[in-house]
């Protein structure tokens, strides 16, 4: 039996069953051989070294109308005391639906920034992403997501919020080490 819910996704992910789970992750949720070309493709591009990486993942937009979204800046100072703890050479991969939230982070100067530009993001803080655009470009897009998803999990450390994708950074990732 595998206790799981999906109610996980706004609680404390290092609450899941990982050694249950992570079968059923590994059998039906591999990424396809195109998602893994785009993950080798994204790694050249914007040389993305997990090992020396901060992931950062912010849920915007449409999320305020499920939860409180947290301050902008509780992500940054949370990076910052993670940089002090690692080193000052370490790279920071952002990844939001939010394009304030990008702003705000891109004004602080931070150094080693790396932002996926296939993926997009939105002004509106109330409006889904995946909502202004057809459907073909929803699904062609997905594609860059979930590559973009998989690489985050797989950084040394990751600061996300709560949500679907946040879930699936867990899962990918096989553990909750270095999530915050």
Not at 31 to 52: D, H, Q, R
Not at 85 to 108: A, P, R, V, Y
Not at 167 to 176: E, F, G, K, P, T
């Amino acid at each position: 039996p595998i206790d799981f819910h999906w109610s996980i996704v706004h609680d404390d992910y290092s609450k899941i069953d990982y050694n249950s789970v992570i079968p059923l992750i590994k059998k039906y949720f591999s990424p396809s051989s195109k998602v893994k070309e785009i993950i080798t493709y994204l790694l050249k591009k914007y040389n993305i070294n997990a090992y020396n990486t901060i992931a950062v993942y912010y849920r915007g937009t449409d999320k305020c109308k499920e939860l409180n979204l947290a301050p902008y800046d509780l992500f940054y100072q949370k990076l910052i005391e993670i940089i002090k703890e690692e080193n000052s050479n370490i790279n920071i991969l952002l990844q939001s639906d939010d394009s304030n939230f990008i702003t705000f982070m891109t004004n602080k100067n931070l150094p080693n920034l790396i932002i996926i530009n296939e993926n997009k993001s939105s002004t509106s803080t109330d409006a889904g992403i995946h909502l202004s655009h057809d459907r073909t470009t929803n699904y062609n897009d997905m594609f860059y997501f979930l590559a973009t998803v998989i690489i985050i999990s797989t950084c040394k450390c990751v600061i996300l919020s709560s949500g679907n994708v946040s879930l699936w950074v867990a899962l990918y990732r096989q553990n909750s080490k270095n999530l915050y």
